[in-house]
């Protein structure tokens, strides 16, 4: 063959090689940029209307859909059922004022300062969710019904429309204005103008019921009593001091002289009940009214209850074990959001970013103040690693500190100071540290301050297996002091200063609301 020949095919040949070799590399540079893209999660629906119902001291595992004996809740099981059910749903701190201030701002009480006890004021300064949520556009409304999240505490920011059910009379109400009966007739009432409003809206619903003392109404009062998972022979020692809780209770707890823990175990879950069978019917009016359509909702609660466990009856916030802890956290999206189980860790100051997305906001790697969006959770995809230097700029301007991958945070407790209960979690195993002895005494012993609870093992928190398992306790002790040493964040962001206007009184209806609550 010549070689003028040769050489032509040796030029076409490399030619051939080269444009095939381009053209690989422009596929896999296409292919790499659109990985990203690809690999993140759906956005929700910009402007969906956002649906937000919480029941005051709901405990999750009291919720048929949560595994309990009892059908407590075929509302709300229908609703997970359809939804994204959180299994492991985790407050960051067990009492209603410093659980909402939490939840509305995304921040942890060790940051926003509203620690330990009710009835304390948020500070005008702090970015609510409600006030992000107005100024973009959408109308505002809630219904809530203890005192301890109510104007006098500035929790109305950025609401158009606040009703506070202890300041309404019957009449206003059609019912005892506290029971689910009365927060639902009021929601119901607030629908359409929202609708007419031609905006998309943010409805805030917050039930009272099942808090002590747990008196549901004559219908529903006996309706788990002497059923087959009543237990007659467990007693309650009774005593003669009004506000005891631990091993045994006061009169201010006492219903009908009665002692069998089982009485008022089924007291408990009759209001749980008759709260799910209200949330019912404002679920049914709203799609009526085609509320519903292009809405997310979210159900959940500001803390659970002890029910006698370790010897604490009755009451929340005193103690960091998960019956006060975890909390159901379900959120649903008809023909958005696909039905599943999450079954790891997650903590409430996320919900705000959350809510925060679907409204069409666009935020910063997903995050808002501490929280980061779960949408990428809500769609069952793997959530996006924390962009690279989010620790070290957190410490340089004060901004969110670097999320901690499968762990949740929480305090508890009534000491001052800084000297409350910190929590760790992971899918397994939990860390408390218990500064003091009054509060060592009831959870690992007197001189005890760390004890790890194997959460899978022993739900109950019976035992502390730290000896067992020194490793994964020093593991979660580093990610303790990691996150309780982080930089402290400034949560008064708000430029305009917030929507609280002037220093307001407490009120007369809500300090006798607080006092029959027990706060006071």
Sequence with gaps: MPHTLVDSLRRRRARLLLALLVATAAGTAACTKQAPEAAGPAPLPAGSNILLITVDTLRADHLSSYGYVRPTSPVLDALAAEGVRFDQAQVQWPKTTPSFASIFTASYPKDNQIVRTAGQPVSCKFSMLAEELKRRGYATAAVVANAAVGSDFYFDQGFDEFIETWKLHESQAGADPNRAEAVTNLAIGQLDRLKASGKPYFLWVHYLDPHAPYEPPPAWRDRFQNDAHFDASVRIPLSDKPKQQMFGIGKERMLDGRDELAFYVARYDAEIAYNDEQIGRLLTEMKTRGLLEKTLTAFTSDHGESLGEHGYYFDHGRFSFQTCLRVPLILHYPGVLAPRVDKEPVELIHLAPTLLEASGAELPGGAWMQGRSLTARLRGVPEPAAPAGDAADAAKDGGRPAPAPGLAFAEAGWETNNKWQKVVRDARFKLIFAQTR?????????????????????????????????????RLQRELWKWDR???????????????????????????????????
């Design 486 to 520: 982080a930089p402290r964040v400034d949560v008064e962001t708000d430029a305009e200063g917030g929507t609280c206007g002037e220093q307001r009184p407490v009120s007369k209806e809500t300090e006798d609301l607080l006092r029959s609550l027990g706060y006071l």
């Design 438 to 474: 009054p509060e060592q005494r009831f959870i690992g012993g007197e001189g005890v301050r760390f004890v790890l609870f194997d959460l899978v093992n022993d739900p109950g928190e019976t035992k502390n297996v730290l000896a067992e398992f020194p490793q994964d306790a020093e």
